[in-house]
């Protein structure tokens, strides 16, 4: 028969109950100890084997773990409400057989008090317990239970009054001590100074302090300690994080005891009030600051050109728990703010202002100057295309004068600023560059340049573009024939030439090239203007001359006419 019960809940202590089962079976064999997830028969009625076993048992142990009570079923209520739960059936037929129930308590739980408990089984809160904790201590405890279990009328006295009072003289009682030995916390000072039975305290600390180290050592090391409802060890800190400066935190100490009891410590730690006003930072558009910007430093000059017209800051505090204004404007730690500038030529004052915590003020302040309006009317840079400019471009300098072939019709003139606030205006827009259409060949054209300042001073560049007059070379630069030979030998200024050419010839060639590519020839050897060379074949009658013309026109018009007479002889 079974003479120990381990009853338990799967999933609220499997893994220590298993521990628990194993040296029990060490110590009394495997006969000798019941656990209910091994041990119940396939096909059975749970409901009576479980009360069969318990009637077969002298000592019936509990185990129960922080989820054993707050386990819930699938309708969301706790399993011991459930008539046919099994940790509930063993626990009531334990009960009503007057037999040792040993409260096992593991994983840092406590007996549950007798109101959480179903009216059958509460009489479990009032059975004295036993604490088995994890490693290193869990032999030592076992070797507790080993040791009561083993005592002479313990097992063997099934359902008498000698198990329980046994069990009673030989099983020490749950230790009620909910005390803290001591308490101590990191920075600051604990007012009044610790006391095991003063439950409250205070603690100040600066306003720059952020968090603070709390220290709770336990009077009984079987007791349990939580930090603001977080598991807490025993002599080790915990670090807790405190409210905004000026604002207090509420730090809670509860100390639960073997037996369940609790005894709560409250610590308030005030954090001062803080007292800074500076700025972290001081970012500004356009800038740069002068001086560089130092937190210690409250007044500031910018210089800007006198086309911005607005200016940005973006301040940021060091402490975020103090407050500012950008000229009267509430603003955040690192919001920008865009001003308006005063007119060119004058300041524009920017006031910030940081109030502290604590009320202390700081004003910062940025003057921004407005450059006056330009007088600049320079170019920085002049171009023509296609063509250069005589002399070369200099800002300084503002007349040119640009030569081009007779064949350009117009030119492209391209003019920078040197001041993008300058305008310009006549010939060039403001845009900076035109197409200008050229007069005739042999014609000049003005192009005008004026660039006024912002302050309405104008300056005026002047190019002279020179359109070549069309060329008046109506030479040849070569005339040949073939078969035969020029009489006299060809220049270009000899316009009249002789071949003889034998009567077995009854065809000639005559080539001819221009000096300038451009004219025009025509007549019996014609070549338009951009072809250099013409070329003709002749077919000759015997003892009949043939003459060729060839009229060269230069592009001003001016005609040359060179002739070939070719005559075929008997010989």
């Known amino acids: 028969m079974s003479t120990i019960l381990i009853s338990y809940r799967r999933e609220d202590s499997a893994d220590v109950t298993g521990r628990i089962y194993d040296r029990l079976i060490h110590e009394f064999g495997r006969a000798l100890v019941f656990k209910d997830v091994d041990s119940i028969p396939y096909g059975i009625d749970f409901r009576k084997y479980l009360d069969e076993q318990v009637a077969k048992c002298e000592v019936f142990l509990a185990v129960i773990g922080p989820n054993w009570i707050r ?55 009032y059975r004295n317990g036993i604490v088995v904790r994890h490693d290193p201590d869990f032999h030592r405890d076992m070797d507790r239970l080993v040791a ?9 006295a099934s359902g008498t009054t000698a198990a329980q ?16 030995a001591g308490l101590a916390v990191s920075p600051g000072t604990l007012a009044p100074a610790f006391d095991a039975n003063v439950q409250s305290y205070t603690v100040s600390v600066a306003n720059n302090v952020g968090s603070i180290n709390v220290t709770p050592t336990l009077s009984d090391p079987a007791a349990t300690v939580t930090v603001n409802g977080q598991a807490a060890i025993s002599g080790q800190a915990r670090a807790i994080t405190l409210n905004g400066p000026g604002h207090g935190t509420k730090i809670t100490i509860i100390v639960t005891a073997q037996n369940g009891n609790d005894k709560t410590y409250l610590v308030t730690v005030s954090r001062g009030v803080s007292a800074n006003n500076n700025l972290q930072g001081l970012a500004i558009s356009p800038g740069p600051l002068a001086p560089a910007f130092n937190a210690g430093t409250v007044g500031y000059t910018v210089n800007v050109g006198s086309g911005v017209t607005q200016f940005t800051v973006t301040p940021t505090l060091q402490d975020t728990a103090a407050t500012m204004t950008v000229n009267n404007q ?33 004003a910062y302040s940025v003057n921004v100057m ?50 993008s606030n300058a305008v310009l205006s006549g010939d060039v827009p403001n845009q900076g560059q035109a197409t200008i259409p050229l007069d005739g060949p042999g014609t000049s054209k003005q192009v005008s340049i004026i660039v006024t300042a912002s302050n309405g001073v104008s300056k005026t560049y002047a190019l002279t573009v020179n359109r070549a007059a069309p060329a008046s070379n109506n030479n040849l630069s070569a005339l040949t024939v073939t078969p035969g030979t020029l009489v006299p030998a ?20 005559v080539s001819s090239t221009k000096s300038d590519p451009n004219a025009v020839m025509s007549g019996d050897v014609p070549a338009g203007a951009g072809v250099a060379t013409g070329q003709q074949t ?9 003459s060729v013309s060839i009229t060269v026109t230069a592009l001003n018009g001016d005609t040359k006419t060179y002739s070939v007479t070719i005559v075929r002889t008997l010989f």
């Open 370 to 419: 407005r450059a006056s309006l330009d007088v600049n009317n320079n170019l920085l840079a002049l171009m023509i295309t296609p063509g250069s400019m005589n002399p070369p471009f200099a800002s300084g300098t503002l007349n040119y004068t640009v030569d081009l072939a007779t064949d350009v019709t117009e030119v492209t003139v391209t003019a920078t600023k040197s001041d």
């Open 71 to 125: 386990k819930r079923g699938t309708k969301g209520k706790s399993k011991l409400e459930d008539p046919t739960d099994f940790v509930r059936i063993e626990v009531e037929s334990a009960l009503k057989r007057q037999i040792p129930v040993i409260p096992v308590l593991v994983n840092g739980a406590v007996i549950p008090p007798a109101d959480r408990l179903p009216t059958s089984i509460r009489d479990l809160s």
């Open 538 to 546: 002749f077919v000759l009658t015997p003892l009949v001359p043939r």
């Open 165 to 180: 009072a046994s069990m009673s003289s030989q099983l020490p009682a749950l230790r009620g001590n909910n005390s803290l």
């Open 330 to 362: 509430a603003t955040n730690s690192g919001q920008a703010r865009t001003i308006p500038l005063n007119a060119a030529g004058s300041s524009t004052f920017i006031n910030i202002v940081v109030t502290a915590q604590n009320g202390a003020q700081k």
């Open 490 to 509: 060809f220049a270009a200024s000899t316009t009249t030439y002789t071949v003889e050419v034998p009567l077995s010839v009854d065809s000639l060639t």
């Open 148 to 156: 009561y279990l083993k005592l002479p009328g313990v097992i063997g």
